[in-house]
């Protein structure tokens, strides 16, 4: 090749000039262009991160492991400091839980009796799948965890995620042998909750911080730190009562929420199946766009009433119940 | 003498190094780790490395390899698409264009530069995350994570000379 300044090297290299300062640009407008695509079609672009997520899991599967054993190690050397504390803890908190179980007990004898008196329907049987997390998505823009069980596990988009502790999250994306799960705290996160005593309703929503916060809660409702928040069953996402978190902090314009999970020390999770729906499950979504449902609210009439967007052809007495305004 | 085929393949498979140092440092970014703190706020490493490789050697991490190993970034972290494409992409042409002030001069220059571009790049990074997802992102968060990138980086240099030296001497 030209490598002495010859005519050759005259002409090609402000070719080569322009050609990659021509590629540049092409690049800077893709990027602009996936911007776009991004906000427009979530549908294939969840397909595409489905995919990415089962190309990396088998080694994140693997490296993953020895991660996980210095994070052990370093757990045992902490616990080990704190043995006697938390042994006190413990003592405390075993007396308590007995207490507890005989409450519980009594209470579950008396509910199997007052059911049996009221003809009651069992909720759909749970189907969990337990796995591993694998990545954590670490960071200031996202919260999101990889877990390594996807739709060969029965594992499907809009599930809960719960920990030993309470609710984590929900299945975003779904691929075959992994998924990602997008975390309460998550900014796109919003999960319909309740409090446990006063059960004043409201949205729990992520931004990004540890605190996620209490939305949507009306103007006299009784707050205060330390109640503890459940989802409320709303919109068929999530089934009613499970333990997301305690209130951490009420103030004028903001309530605060910390989440019951540790995120740094989620190693295991488990994925519900609760035979629900969701109003996050893609054939409702298509269903809901089909030509045929005429309302004007996007939102297929199938979805129980009372539970964020009413039809407007609803009748006006079938959302009375779940309002708690029953004449 | 005309080098065989396995020398070639040798030498394709050595320039590919940097990119692949990249993917590896995206994946070491999301392995789960029981810190508190890096749970909420981690190192950018592939934009270390980049960074590395851009001012190194910008004939082995060209600007489309950038742009991949943005979009990877983003496919797999769950980040509003594009946007770490363009700054991996920007970082890379950028520091390209500049590599020859940092040749010869002590490694403190060079973590110094690093510090510099990263301020721009996790700029552009948190504003068009925001503007994509129309809220602010916590601004405490990224601050905390550009720091221990900055912080963390003479690490990953250091890492990436090692492996120049014994695999990138002769390509």
Redesign the interface.
Known sequence: MAQHGGPQQRIFSPLRTALHRFAFILLIFTAFGLMLLGKADTVLIERIRAASADLVSPVMNVISRPAASINELTDKIYNLAHLYEENERLRRENQQLLAWQQAARNLSHENVRLRELARYTNPPALHLVTSRVIADMGGAYAHSVMISAGSRDGVAKGQAVISDEGLVGRVAEAGYQASRVLLITDINSRVPVIVENSRDRAFLSGDNTNRPLLTFLTADAAVAPGDRILTSGHGGAFPPGIPIGVVSSVSENAVRVAPLFRRHQLEYLRVADYGLQGILSEKRIRESQSPVNHNDTQLSPDIPMGVGVVPENAPATSNAPSNGATP | MKPGVWHRLDVVARGLFPAFSVFVLL??????????L?????P?LALMAVFYWSVNRPDLLT??AA?LL???QD?????????S??VL?LVQ?GSASQGRFFHNKPFSVMWWGFALVAIPAFLV??L??SA??E?F??IK??I??YVLTAVLFPIVAWALARAQNSLLRYV
Not at chain 2, 27 to 36: D, G, R
């Open positions: 994946l070491i970014n999301l392995l789960p780790v029981s810190v508190p890096l749970a909420t706020a981690s950018a600007a489309v742009f943005g979009l990877l496919l797999l972290m769950g980040l509003p698409l594009g946007v494409s363009l992409l042409t990074q948190w068009l995350s994509l997802i809220a992102l916590p968060a990224t905390i994570s």
